[in-house]
């Protein structure tokens, strides 16, 4: 296992993270589709990635309505764990109770909500809080105020963002400067093979501003488990669940050559889709998450997964974004002025 820092801050993170949303779903929600791991059960997955050297774990307090956050705390404290082995992430936006402050980014339910998560982590502090997604009702100073003061207690002590756009990123990140509130550690958000997005402003913008990088549902939600072929195979999650959206043409074009890749690397289709994140510079961690054992010990491969330059070649050319402006045009005249030689 190796270990990155995450953005520009002193915290040391494990390449691989284990995601948690696994945990404690029920029958009839969309949460028991994804999973639905008792306590025994997230025991053993949570062992075995510490194990394997993972030291980053991932939850939020809407996964399976805070079942998750409990299951993962009593998991460490069943394991004896000690605190400052583990890095916990977790996350606030998404609606905990009825009414008009039930979510949202408000300093209000912020507050609230670290409180409650504390309480079902069994912890005295947090060490990566993210902003699980844009809340438009609430004035971006307001959360970093709030985000802020956490930081100044010391319940939390760092802060992230999951699931906004490049310029609310970057705007986060100039008011937090210039106000001098606990900066922008890190972005949680969805890339992969099957959908990168998020290299058309996000990455850029991320790599300019020193904000690290998460990744979350980097199978695209099972699509490049090596379940699904365009011949038609039909089972895992996206069978009942089909998220995130797949641009299926372009995404079987790349499970084509992902399964010729296997069959001569001798890794799995899941460990080189993952092994191809590792290789991406701007990413400091990629979140696996698993309903079995057997699944959490096939995306460990993903560290020992080493690519040729023909074979990158081959996977960007296969998966590479269609041209959208201004892209093409920053890249057209991208030559006039090249960066300057540092001075000697």
Same mark, same amino acid.
């Given at each position: 296992?190796?270990?990155?820092?995450?953005?520009?801050?002193?915290?040391?993170?494990?390449?691989?993270?284990?995601?948690?949303?696994?945990?404690?779903?029920?029958?009839?929600?969309?949460?028991?589709?994804?999973?639905?791991?008792?306590?025994?059960?997230?025991?053993?997955?949570?062992?075995?990635?510490?194990?394997?050297?993972?030291?980053?774990?991932?939850?939020?307090?809407?996964?399976?309505?805070?079942?998750?956050?409990?299951?993962?705390?009593?998991?460490?404290?069943?394991?004896?764990?000690?605190?400052?082995?583990?890095?916990?992430?977790?996350?606030?936006?998404?609606?905990?109770?009825?009414?008009?402050?039930?979510?949202?980014?408000?300093?209000?339910?912020?507050?609230?909500?670290?409180?409650?998560?504390?309480?079902?982590?069994?912890?005295?502090?947090?060490?990566?809080?993210?902003?699980?997604?844009?809340?438009?009702?609430?004035?971006?100073?307001?959360?970093?105020?709030?985000?802020?003061?956490?930081?100044?207690?010391?319940?939390?002590?760092?802060? &992230?963002?999951?699931?906004? !756009?490049?310029?609310?990123?970057?705007? =986060?990140?100039?008011? %937090?400067?210039? @106000?001098?509130? $606990?900066?922008?550690?890190?972005?949680?958000?969805?890339?992969?093979?099957?959908?990168?997005?998020?290299?058309?402003?996000?990455?850029?913008?991320?790599?300019?501003?020193?904000?690290?990088?998460?990744?979350?549902?980097?199978?695209?939600?099972?699509?490049?488990?090596?379940?699904?072929?365009?011949?038609?195979?039909?089972?895992?999650?996206?069978?009942?669940?089909?998220?995130?959206?797949?641009?299926?043409?372009?995404?079987?074009?790349?499970?084509?050559?992902?399964?010729?890749?296997?069959?001569?690397?001798?890794?799995?289709?899941?460990?080189?889709?993952?092994?191809?994140?590792?290789?991406?510079?701007?990413?400091?961690?990629?979140?696996?998450?698993?309903?079995?054992?057997?699944?959490?010990?096939?995306?460990? &491969?993903?560290?020992?997964? !080493?690519?040729?330059?023909?074979?990158? =070649?081959?996977?960007? %050319?296969?998966? @590479?974004?269609? $041209?959208?402006?201004?892209?093409?045009?920053?890249?057209?005249?991208?030559?006039?002025?090249?960066?300057?030689?540092?001075?000697?």
């Amino acid at each position: 296992m190796r270990y990155n820092q995450l953005g520009r801050t002193g915290l040391i993170v494990s390449e691989l993270c284990l995601g948690t949303m696994t945990f404690g779903g029920s029958d009839g929600s969309m949460w028991g589709t994804i999973g639905q791991l008792e306590q025994n059960e997230a025991g053993t997955l949570i062992n075995a990635a510490l194990d394997a050297g993972i030291n980053f774990l991932d939850t939020a307090n809407v996964y399976a309505e805070g079942r998750s956050e409990m299951i993962l705390g009593q998991s460490l404290k069943t394991l004896g764990i000690r605190r400052e082995e583990v890095v916990i992430a977790t996350k606030v936006v998404g609606r905990m109770h009825p009414g008009p402050n039930g979510a949202g980014a408000s300093r209000g339910h912020i507050h609230d909500q670290v409180e409650a998560s504390l309480a079902r982590l069994q912890t005295d502090h947090i060490d990566l809080y993210q902003i699980h997604g844009f809340d438009a009702a609430t004035p971006i100073e307001e959360t970093l105020y709030a985000l802020d003061s956490l930081v100044r207690r010391g319940v939390v002590r760092y802060i &992230g963002l999951s699931n906004w !756009a490049a310029w609310q990123v970057a705007k =986060a990140v100039g008011i %937090a400067e210039a @106000k001098r509130y $606990a900066p922008i550690a890190s972005l949680q958000a969805y890339y992969t093979l099957a959908g990168r997005d998020l290299e058309r402003e996000v990455i850029p913008m991320l790599q300019s501003e020193g904000v690290g990088l998460m990744v979350w549902s980097p199978l695209a939600g099972g699509f490049l488990s090596g379940k699904y072929s365009r011949e038609g195979e039909n089972e895992g999650r996206r069978a009942n669940f089909d998220f995130p959206p797949v641009d299926k043409e372009r995404g079987y074009t790349v499970i084509d050559v992902l399964r010729e890749l296997s069959a001569a690397k001798g890794h799995s289709v899941a460990q080189l889709a993952l092994g191809w994140l590792l290789h991406q510079p701007a990413v400091s961690s990629v979140i696996v998450g698993a309903k079995r054992p057997e699944q959490l010990a096939d995306n460990l &491969g993903a560290i020992d997964v !080493a690519f040729t330059a023909d074979e990158l =070649a081959r996977l960007d %050319a296969a998966s @590479k974004l269609p $041209a959208e402006y201004p892209g093409w045009m920053l890249e057209r005249q991208g030559g006039y002025r090249g960066a300057p030689s540092p001075r000697r």
